[in-house]
């Protein structure tokens, strides 16, 4: 072996050689060593793969940090493990579930199997279904817990597992730690139950479908607006992923008969290859290219795109200017509060009890409207799962209206503990119509809240550092932040500073610092930062949990006049968190 390697990657890389791992794993390990390519042998073993915001993911491969029978295997048993311990003497039950990508319906079986070898019944879904069905599942069959296969919106070399809990939210403290905890116990591969029990193995299918498109169904505000608009123009693309199962069909038991579906991305096609798109995710605009082409050519009224697994959905609406254009995701979830909380208002349902959550790097504006209704909003670290451990601290007291993150994944209702991109399908093709119906565009529902509210923008600086050399190059810059904060951006000057990771907030202009409360509205300790300036600029770092990024979200606003133009305050706004970027040399 190369005298090259760390000692702690030669150790990993000893164990799989001489343990009890297939051949081809073995041959494959030994190509690399033979190659000398100590590289791709470090990143593959220098560490295990860790529950992230997202839960397990990598890329798809040999080693302890890749996405694999091995790493899957080992993850599900901690995971049973942890169930036996913790509901002791108690039937149990998980609900499993996967996408399209490559090796997802393989490692769901895997993942059966050792539920079941562990004396854990589980509910396997017959084929393909969008997340969001999975946590609705759990809550419906009454399970301990749940997993998804699934790398949502990365690219086509990666793969997943998404961990879920008795109420169907992903795993939060202290059942995250406590199952990684499980996991690291696991000293040998030979401690995996890879022997399934069939008879403890259920499939489900259709039944579930059913239950979970009537749901979404019930969360229908404007029946009559859907009734005279049901030849709203809508065209969608599941990109290849697991939308294709229900969003389609669910679109037409609303009623609407104008729904265009992007054939050539209608069907997992190439084994999770996703051959039409670089990347498919529907935050990118070449993902979404051939449905906004689509909607130029029959003048569609909205455009809907969603990701593999289908918790995240992109939108495109016609503008001011009659052309086809995409929102972000923060301007989509202000759309999708907006119409909730002026619909609620309508019902008379508004009694003062009623929140909203969101994260901390998502719009600001939702806040403001939220107050404007009074109606509370609260604010969780970045991770849906936050979202849903509010919703699961207030159930009884308060009642969720609905949520989101700037990441392009919403929430309507509690029925779901996840985000869910089937369910914002069917409220933003709604609120469409809803809009339509009053002349107006969706766009145009969008200026008239920055008119009543303000012009809120957001911009993402995401920059890709991978391997080890790249997670210590990002550990280097969140620590230069720390010590050495920016004194002004875009020439305002910061006056606070949040660090997540210490739980403190530092005023500059007074010198104090005091503690951010811990353990309420899923405020726990966290690797990010955020600063504040004096014109309302808000500049937050955070490496990704799930991916070998960091990510900068940035925030700016100004007053939008009724007779102001929208193009040159848009355009304005936009150049200055470019200018922002390039000022704190994120590059």
Known sequence: MTAKLEPNVMTKVSSWLNGDYDIDTKQSIQQL????????????????????????????????????????????????????????NEAKSVAVAYDSRIKSDEFAKIIADIFSANGISVYLFEGLRPTPELSFAI?????????????????????????????????????????????????????????????????IGTEVDEKYINHILSLSISKGALERQ?????VYTPLHGTGVTLVPQLLGKMGFEAVTLIEEQAEPKGNGQFPTVVYPNPEESEAMSKAVEKAKEIDADLVMGTDPDSDRVGIA??????????????QTASVLIYYLLNAWKDAGKLTGTQFVCKTIVTTDLIDKMAAAYDVKCYNTLTGFKYIAQVIREKEGQEQ???????????????????????????????????????????FDMLMEIYKQFGFYYEGLISLTKKGKSGADEIQQMMADFRANPPKTIAGSPVVRMDDYKALTTTDFKSGNTVAIPSGEMGIESSNVLQFFTEDGTKFTCRPSGTEPKIKFYVGVRAAL???????????????????????LNLK
């Open 33 to 88: 060593i033979d190659e000398g390519n100590d590289t791709e042998l470090t990143d593959a073993f220098y560490k295990d793969l860790e529950f992230g915001t997202g839960g397990l993911r990598g890329l798809i491969g040999i080693g302890s940090n890749r996405m694999n029978r091995y790493t899957v295997g080992t993850a599900t048993q901690g995971l049973a493990n942890y169930l036996n311990k913790a509901f002791p």
């Open 139 to 203: 809550r419906l069959l009454g399970c301990k817990s749940g997993v998804v296969v699934t790398a949502s919106h990365n690219p086509k070399e990666y793969n997943g597992y998404k961990a879920y809990w008795t109420d169907g939210s992903q795993v939060v403290a202290p059942h995250d730690t406590n199952i990684i905890n499980e996991v690291n116990a696991i000293t040998s591969i030979d401690q995996v139950k890879f022997d399934g029990d069939a008879s403890k193995i259920t499939k």
């Open 230 to 234: 049901k030849d709203l123009k809508i």
């Open 317 to 330: 609406v016609k503008n001011h200017h009659g052309e086809i254009q995409l929102l972000n995701g923060n």
């Open 400 to 442: 969720f209206i609905g949520g989101g993150e700037e990441s392009y994944g919403y929430l309507i209702g509690d029925a779901v503990r996840d985000k869910d991109a089937i369910a914002s399908c069917a409220m933003i093709a709604e609120l469409t119509a809803y809009a339509k119906d009053k002349g107006l565009s969706l």
């Open 561 to 583: 006049e009724k007779n102001e133009d929208f193009d040159s305050v848009y355009a304005s706004l936009k150049d200055k968190v470019k200018a922002i970027g390039e000022e």
